[in-house]
T-cell receptor, first 115, second 112 residues
């Protein structure tokens, strides 16, 4: 199968600190990964598209300086929430595309709580 | 909003009954996908149906797609308590660079 992992699975941090979330494709190479945000009992909202070796593409309304994305290898993308505030508390989920397949494989998510 | 609509928002049925969830979307698509999410977890891919397909089966799952009405349905037959989860449809819009657009989801509860 196609396995995607995320680390950490949950994190609590103080307001003003930065938090890095990793998304890894464990058994396949992913040139494209996606980052989503999900508030409680709501749907997933796409934040950005992460392409290996190039700059991420951000969706409208998502601050690129606030949510830094790095896709340095074919198996790893990172999302850094900079100067986190309580309103950034959410469930962050990544997904990865396997080659030319249409199916996105999702990670288990990272729950962020900013105090 | 580009997000699709799903109905019902919540559905509670008895174990063994069939569950039907509907999804409507707004743009032309390459395909439509259904995902399941257990509480606080990631998404599990259930089934993908392409725009030129009308019906697809996978085990106890049956998905239909009507591109003229821009709608899809997911039927789970002979439901089990383990089917309790949130179910999301997601569309892959044409010229959308494979950026999925998710519906609001249906929270399904199967009562034993």
């Amino acid at each position: 199968g196609a396995v995607v992992s995320q680390h950490p699975s949950w994190v609590i941090c103080k307001s003003g600190t930065s938090v890095k979330i990793e998304c890894r494709s464990l058994d396949f190479q992913a040139t494209t990964m996606f980052w989503y945000r999900q508030f409680p009992k709501q749907s997933l909202m796409l934040m950005a598209t992460s392409n290996e070796g190039s700059k991420a593409t951000y969706e409208q309304g998502v601050e690129k300086d606030k949510f830094l994305i790095n896709h340095a290898s074919l198996t790893l993308s990172t999302l850094t929430v900079t100067s986190a505030h309580p309103e950034d508390s959410s469930f962050y989920i990544c997904s990865a595309l396997r080659g030319s397949q249409e199916t996105q494989y999702f990670g288990p998510g990272t729950r962020l709580l900013v105090l | 909003s580009q997000q699709g609509e799903e109905d019902p928002q919540a559905l509670s049925i008895q174990e063994g009954e069939n569950a039907t969830m509907n999804c409507s979307y707004k743009t032309s698509i390459n395909n439509l996908q259904w995902y399941r999410q257990n509480s606080g977890r990631g998404l599990v891919h259930l089934i993908l149906i392409r725009s030129n397909e009308r019906e697809k089966h996978s085990g106890r799952l049956r998905v239909t797609l009507d591109t003229s009405k821009k709608s899809s349905s997911l039927l789970i037959t002979a439901s089990r308590a383990a089917d309790t989860a949130s179910y999301f449809c997601a569309t892959d819009p044409i010229q959308g660079a494979q950026k999925l657009v998710f519906g609001q989801g249906t929270r399904l509860t199967i009562n034993p």
